[in-house]
């Protein structure tokens, strides 16, 4: 009768052994795995990479001389194509006010078209962030 139960004992320990020790996933639980992997991929918050301060340096600075020279054209009145001139600085200076808001993490306004609600807005959402130029 003993050794009955040692062998029970015994095979109790082995199944605890094989519960426990290590061993390669089955096909069914790769396939479940990898398809959870990739569902749970797209509810995951994917961290947002930090702007190169140099990047956002050079940027305000960029738009601090965009905004002098616009400043500068409106000012003179007998400037030689004056209103292509100022077409192209608007143009370049919301360029790089767009520029600016992905590198500051401001979701872009889809339903607003270029102009000066947009500039006015974007220039706001930067000011309030903490840029300056």
Known sequence: MEWLISLVVFLFLCALLSLTLAQPPS?????????????????????????????????????????????RIESAPGIYARAHRLRALEGAYDDLLDEACR???????????????????????LASRGWSW
């Open 103 to 125: 590198l500051a993490g401001i979701p872009g306004e889809a339903d607003l078209k270029r102009g000066e609600e947009k500039r006015w807005l974007e220039e706001q959402e």
């Open 27 to 71: 096909r069914l639980r790769r396939r479940l795995q990898s398809s959870v992997e990739r569902f749970a991929g797209r509810f995951r918050r994917h961290p947002v990479p930090q702007a190169d301060p140099f990047d956002t340096l050079w940027l305000q600075t960029r738009l601090g001389h965009l905004a002098g020279e616009i400043r």
